[in-house]
């Protein structure tokens, strides 16, 4: 597996770019719970009020559903992107905005208004790359990622 760097230059690129960063940002979130970092009242509601071992797996399992959601973002980005992939970013579009709901009817400040808003742009950036048509194919003839230097 390769990765492959570069600045976006379309809207869809931009909006899927900013989509993977706060997955990740909020996957960092949950692992930083789990490890006790940060307070555990701050998400699920505000009904946690203790670092349980249950608490604990739950950070990490969404941890791991967060950076399932920003890599299905950056499948559907590549050039032609399965039918699965379109389909879960469809899934990921309709859950972000379900979850902004739900983090706007949370107890804390932290997860109505931090969480909200993070969840509110995830939920906007991942409709514009799921309703986006896939990329087109790169020209053969270029022998660089940048293009001919001719």
């Known amino acids: 597996m390769s990765l492959h760097f ?12 900013i989509a ?4 990740g ?8 719970i789990a490890a006790g970092i ?3 009242d701050i998400v699920w509601g505000g ?12 950070s990490l399992i969404a941890c791991v559903i967060l950076c399932g959601m920003a ?4 499948c559907r980005m590549k050039n032609a992107p399965s039918g699965f992939m379109r389909g879960a970013s469809w899934f990921v579009a309709v859950y972000m905005a379900l ?29 514009v790359v799921a309703s ?10 270029s022998g660089t990622p940048y293009g001919s230097i001719e």
């Not at 986006?132 to 003839?141: M, R």
């Open 25 to 32: 940002t909020m996957g960092a979130v949950q692992v930083g």
């Open 71 to 74: 890599y299905i973002l950056h």
């Open 99 to 127: 979850n902004t709901l739900g983090n706007a009817l949370g107890k804390t400040w932290v997860e109505r208004y931090l969480f909200g808003i993070m969840t509110a742009i995830i939920s906007v950036c991942s409709f």
């Open 132 to 141: 986006s048509k896939p990329l087109e194919q790169a020209t053969a003839d």
């Open 6 to 17: 570069q600045r976006p230059t379309t809207p869809t690129e931009w909006a899927a770019a």
């Open 38 to 40: 940060f307070p555990s």
């Open 20 to 23: 993977i960063a706060l997955l």
């Open 47 to 58: 009904e946690n009020d203790e670092l349980t071992v249950k608490a604990r797996i739950a």
